[in-house]
C-alpha cells in the first residue's frame, strides 16, 4: 500500500518537513493547512517541491465547521470552501478532510447535516474534489464513525465519503467491526494513529497539575475561609506536586511557595497581616536591552529606521536614552548579565508606580526584595525588583525624574512614525519558572491575570500568559515552551520583543517606509498564504486585505468582533524583535499569528545563513 | 497563621528540601514517607535537622489503603501503623494522615470503616498521636469531604478528625460550604494547591498523546484489516502529534514514522510484503563500553572487584575482553563516539541471533540499515545496527566467533562471585527518543514491548519501558525523565547499567566482600529507612531483613508472590553502575526501588565532592 504522512506529524517549517517525509521514503504526504498558511511558497511551488521530491500531496486538512448550519453561515462556509478549493487546485490535490462540526452554531439534525454536505460535495464535483466526511471524537453532534457514515449514506453523493481516523474510531467505544460493511470506495481516507489508554481522570490532574495558590483557577480564600470559620488553628500547609516543580531547583521553588502563602493569607487574615496594597501603575516608563558591540549597532540602526532619536546619554555610564512620544528604550552597554556574545536581552524595564516606595515594601514582604540600583550623588534612586527570569524590574516614580540621569544629546528629533506608548512587553520565561512568573506578577506588581493561551508553533507548543492592569497601561505576554524548543533547528529561541501602540497603523507602516528615513525598516515578510487564508475566515474587503499584504501587516479578531492589527519587525540584536500594534477594542496579544511570525523568522534566518 | 510545605513540593533529596524550605522562612514542614525512606538519616536525626532549621515537623503522610478491609487485613494494618508511629514518635510528630482507601480489598461500608478507624485512633491515643483521615478525590468508597466527616463523626474518637486538602475537596461536584459547620477542632489539618480547570478528554488525549502504530495500546492491524475488508485502496497515512514529535528533529521522525508503517503492514499485507521474520535471540553476547584513561581505570578495578578476569586482548585494537561465566564485558578505548571526558558510555552491545543475516535483513528493511564493522583480514565479520540512542547493536552468531578476535591474556581466573549472565542492560534514552527506541527494539529486534511504568524519583518523573524475549535472555529497560531532568543538582545525568544475574544473591554479596578479593566491591548504602519500611511494607523475617540491610541488597515483590533481591554498585567511570539481580519468578526490573538507588548515588556524590 501507498504509505502518506501528515505534514503535522513531524516539526519544523513545511520545508523541513517535506524533505523529512521524502528522505524518510514516504510515497505522499497530507497538507496540514497551518503548514501551508504559515509558508513563503505559494500552492503551486509546494506542489512542485513535492513533485521534485517524489511526495503525492494526497490530502488538504482540515476544513472545520461546515455542516448542520444556518442558512447564512452555510453560505459562508461554502464561499470559505471555494476558497480552499482554489487552493487545493493549485496544490493539485483531489480530496479535502471535513472534520465534523464542533461550533456552537451547528445544530443536531442529521439530515440538515447530510443536506449541506450534499451541497458542499456538489460543487466539489464541478472542480473533482472529493470530500472525506471525518466524525471528531469530540465532535459536538457528530463524534462516532457510524454516525458519519450514516449522515454520508444520506447525503448519497458520489463526491462524498469518509475519512477515519483510527484515533478517533478507537478511542471511542462504538465497534469498530462495521467498517468492514461499509460500501466499497466510499473510505475516501484512512489516517492511523496509536495511542496508549489513558484515564484522564482526577488522578492525572492531581498528580501533573496541582499549582501554588493563586497560579490556578480554584477559589482559595472562599475554600480557605470555610475552613476557619470550623475553628481551624493548623497550619496553612502546601501540597503541591507536578512535572515542573518534580524537577526544578527546590530553593526557588520554594520562595514561590512562600510567595503564595503570603499572597494568600493577605485575601484572607484580618488588618494585622495585610501587606502593603499595591500601588496603582501608570505606564511601561522604560525597556532597556543590554547590548554589546556587535547588537548595540543593529538596534539603533533598528530603532532609526522605527523613527527614534537618540535624546539622552547617561551622566556616568555607557548607557542611551532613544525615545519617540511616551516610546522609550535604554541601550545599556555596561550590564554584566550573563548572556550571549552579540544578543540582545531585555535585561530591565520600569514601571511608573503611583508610590514606589510602597510597591517595594510590597515586594520585599512577598519575598522580592528590591536591590538598589548602583549610583552616583545627584543620580536618581531607582530601586529595582528581581524578576524569575533575572530581569530587572524598576519602579519609577510619576515624574520620570530618572530621565535628568540622561544629558541632552541634542540630536535633531526624527520625524518619527506615529508610535505612542510601549502596548506591552513579551518575555519568554525559563521553563522552570513560567507559573513563578506568573504568580510574581501577580502578587508583588499586583497585575491581573487575563488569559493562558497554548499554540501549536513550528517547533513546538507553546503557553502564554498575559497579565495586565486594570487600564492596561502595563500589559506583560510572558511565554514559554510548553515541553521544550525542539532542539534540531538553528533558529532564535526564546526571543523577547517590545511592542509598541499606534493609533493607525497603515500610516505608520506607510511612515516607515517612506525614502527619506535613514534606514527604513526591515519588515518581516508575511506569506501570501496567510492573506488567502485570511480571505476566507474574515468578511473583509479585498482592498483592505491588500493594504494588510502591501505593509506586512497581520490581523486578529476577537469574540466579540475587537480587531488587532499589528507587524513584526526581524529579530535583531540576536534575540529581540519589535513589534507595532494598532487595538480596536481588542484585549489580547494576536497568539493566533504568533506560527506565522516564528515560521517567518526562521526562514529568515535560514535565508541569511 | 503558621506556614508549612509538604517536603513533596520541592526537588531534591529530603536534605535540599529541608534546607530550601527553611531558607524560604516556613515555619514546618509535612514529611512526605518516600522521602524519609530513601534518606540516610534516621528519624532522630531528621528530627534534629529540622531542629536547627527552625522547622517543625507538623504532619507524617501519607498512611495509604487502612480502612474498611477484612479482619486478617485489618491485623496486618494495624501492626504497620505501629510500625509508622514508632518513625513518628522518633520524629516528634504528633499527626500522621490517613487518606481514604484505594485498595480493591476495601470494601463499601461506612460503619465498618468508622469501626476499624476508631480502632486505629484507640491506638494511635495510647502514644498521643492523632489521626487526620483525608478523602482522596479517587478515593474507591470515600472520595468527597462530607463522606470523609461522615465517617468521622460516626466513629467519634479524640484522637481522629479530617484532614482537607483543597485540591480533592475543590476538584468535585461536592459544595464545599458544608466545611464551615464542621465542628471545631476536628479538622487536624488543612492542605492547599491550586490547579487549573482541566477537561481531560478525549480532544486532550487527541492532542498529546497520539503515537505511531505500535508504539502505543491500540489494536491497529485489526482496525486496518476491518477498513480493507471494506474495499479501501487508499494509502495508509499517519495522522499523529504529540508533544514530543512536534518540537523534535524532522528527520529523525519521519524515520520513525516510516518504521511504524512498515511494521504495520507486515502484520497485514499478504505474503509479498513480509519482512524477513525476526530470528529467535539467545542472549546477551557481551556489552561494550567506551573508555578513556580516567574511566578505564575504574571499570577496571570494578570489573576485578565483582570477580571477572581480564580474558582476552583485541589482535589489532586497544580492546579488551572481561568475563565471568557467561557474563562478558568489552572495554573499548578506540571509539570515538562523543561523550564527556571520563564518561564511560555502554558504546555497543552484542545479541546472539539463530541467524544473524536475516536480523540484519530484516533491520534494513525497517530503515535500521546495519552498519559494517571495521576489520581486519581473519576478523569476525560483525554487522551493527544503529539504535536510537547511538549505540550499536551488534549481531553475533550462536557459535561466538567473535571470540577469536580476541587473543587468551593468560590472566588467571578469578574465583568469580557467582555472576552467571546478562540479566538485562539498563538503558537511558535520549528524550526525543524514547518512542521511537520502543519501536525499534520490538520492531527490529522483535522484543515484547513488557511494561511501561512511570514513577517520581528525586529529580522528576521517570518513565521506563521494558522489553525482552520470549524466554527471557534478552532484556533491555528503557528509561527517561518524562518532563526532562532537574538541571540544577550536580549529579549524575541519565545513568546506563549493566545488571548480571545470580543464583544466590546473599553467597554472591558474601563472596565480594571477601577480604581475599583484589579490591572489594563499593556498596552503595542503602537507607536503614528502607529497610525499616520494606518490614512495614512485606511480612519478612527480622533475619531475613538483617540479611538484606548488612549487604545493601534490596527487595521488591510482584502482585503473584514473585520476588527480586538486588543490590547496586555506586556509579562508576561518570556515567554507568553494575547491579546484581536474583529472580525468583519476577519478570520486573525492581522500579519500585529506583529513586531509592537515585538518591544513593546522589548523596554519595554529595559526600565525595
Not at 115 to 132: F, M, N, P
Not at 303 to 317: A, C, D, E
Amino acid at each position: 500500500m501507498r504509505r502518506s504522512i501528515a505534514t503535522v506529524c513531524v516539526s519544523g517549517t513545511l520545508g523541513d518537513k517535506l524533505t523529512a517525509a521524502a528522505a524518510a521514503g514516504f510515497d505522499g504526504i497530507e497538507i496540514f493547512e497551518n503548514d501551508l498558511v504559515v509558508s513563503p511558497w505559494s500552492p503551486k511551488e509546494i506542489r512542485s517541491r513535492c513533485a521534485d521530491l517524489g511526495l503525492s500531496i494526497d490530502l488538504y486538512q482540515p476544513f472545520r465547521d461546515f455542516e448542520a448550519v444556518p442558512p447564512e453561515v452555510l453560505a459562508r462556509n461554502l464561499d470559505r470552501a471555494e476558497r480552499k478549493f482554489d487552493v487545493m487546485a493549485e496544490l493539485g490535490v483531489d480530496t479535502i478532510l471535513v472534520c465534523s462540526s464542533v461550533s456552537p452554531a451547528a445544530v443536531d439534525d442529521d439530515e440538515l447535516a447530510a443536506s449541506q454536505l450534499r451541497q458542499l460535495a456538489e460543487r466539489a464535483g464541478t472542480r473533482d474534489i472529493r470530500i472525506a466526511y471525518e466524525a471528531l471524537a469530540w465532535g459536538k453532534h457528530v463524534s462516532t464513525w457510524d454516525h458519519s457514515w450514516r449522515i454520508v449514506q444520506q447525503a448519497d453523493h458520489p463526491n462524498l465519503g469518509l475519512c477515519l481516523d483510527s484515533f478517533h474510531v478507537l478511542s471511542r467505544e462504538v465497534d469498530p467491526a462495521g467498517i468492514a460493511g461499509i460500501t466499497p470506495g466510499k473510505i475516501f481516507f484512512l489516517q492511523l494513529a496509536d495511542a496508549p489508554y489513558l484515564h484522564m481522570d482526577v488522578l492525572q490532574w492531581s498528580r501533573h497539575h496541582r499549582l501554588f495558590p493563586g497560579q490556578g483557577a480554584f477559589d482559595l480564600p472562599g475554600f480557605v475561609g470555610l475552613v476557619l470559620a470550623a475553628g481551624y488553628d493548623g497550619p496553612l500547609s502546601l501540597e503541591v506536586f507536578n512535572d515542573v516543580f518534580r524537577q526544578a531547583d527546590p530553593a526557588r521553588t520554594a520562595v514561590d511557595a512562600m510567595r503564595s502563602l503570603i499572597a494568600l493569607e493577605d485575601r484572607i487574615d484580618g488588618p494585622a497581616r495585610r501587606l502593603p496594597a499595591a500601588p496603582e501603575l501608570a505606564g511601561l516608563a522604560f525597556t532597556e536591552f543590554a547590548v554589546d558591540g556587535q547588537s548595540g549597532p543593529e538596534l539603533r540602526t533598528a530603532l532609526r529606521g522605527l523613527g527614534f532619536t537618540h535624546t539622552g546619554q547617561h551622566r556616568t555610564k555607557p548607557v542611551e536614552l532613544w525615545e519617540q512620544a511616551a516610546c522609550r528604550i535604554v541601550l545599556n552597554s555596561a550590564v554584566t548579565r550573563p548572556q550571549a556574545p552579540g544578543a540582545a536581552t531585555i535585561s530591565a524595564f520600569a514601571i511608573t508606580s503611583a508610590d514606589p516606595q510602597r510597591s517595594l515594601q510590597r515586594a520585599e514582604a512577598l519575598s522580592a526584595p528590591a536591590h538598589p540600583n548602583v549610583r552616583e550623588p545627584g543620580e536618581a534612586e531607582l530601586a529595582a525588583i528581581i524578576a524569575p527570569d533575572g530581569t530587572s524590574v524598576f519602579v519609577t516614580r510619576p515624574d520620570d525624574d530618572w530621565r535628568s540621569d540622561f544629558l541632552p544629546t541634542g540630536v535633531p528629533a526624527a520625524p518619527g512614525a506615529g508610535l505612542r506608548t510601549t502596548d506591552h512587553l513579551g518575555l519568554a520565561q525559563p521553563f522552570d519558572h513560567f507559573d513563578e512568573a506568573g504568580l510574581f506578577y501577580h502578587s508583588v506588581l499586583g497585575l491581573d491575570h487575563l488569559a493562558t493561551e497554548e499554540y501549536a508553533a513550528p517547533f513546538g507548543l507553546m503557553r502564554s500568559r498575559a497579565v495586565a492592569n486594570p487600564d492596561r497601561t502595563v500589559r506583560l505576554a510572558l511565554t514559554v515552551a510548553l515541553l521544550r524548543r525542539g532542539e534540531w533547528a538553528p533558529a532564535v529561541a526564546d526571543p523577547q520583543h517590545v511592542a509598541f501602540s499606534t493609533d493607525d497603523i497603515i500610516a505608520t507602516a506607510a511612515a516607515l517606509s517612506r525614502p527619506g528615513l535613514p534606514a527604513p525598516l526591515p519588515s518581516l515578510p508575511v506569506p501570501d498564504n496567510y492573506y488567502a487564508d485570511l480571505a476566507a475566515r474574515f468578511a473583509l474587503s479585498d482592498d483592505f486585505i491588500a493594504t494588510l499584504c502591501r505593509y506586512g501587516i497581520l490581523y486578529d479578531r476577537d469574540a466579540s468582533g475587537g480587531e488587532l492589527l499589528h507587524l513584526y519587525t526581524p529579530v535583531l540584536g540576536g534575540r529581540v524583535f519589535f513589534e507595532i500594534v494598532q487595538r480596536r477594542h481588542y484585549d489580547r496579544f494576536g497568539e493566533a499569528n504568533a506560527p506565522v511570525r516564528m515560521a517567518a523568522h526562521r526562514h529568515r534566518r535560514l535565508n541569511k545563513g
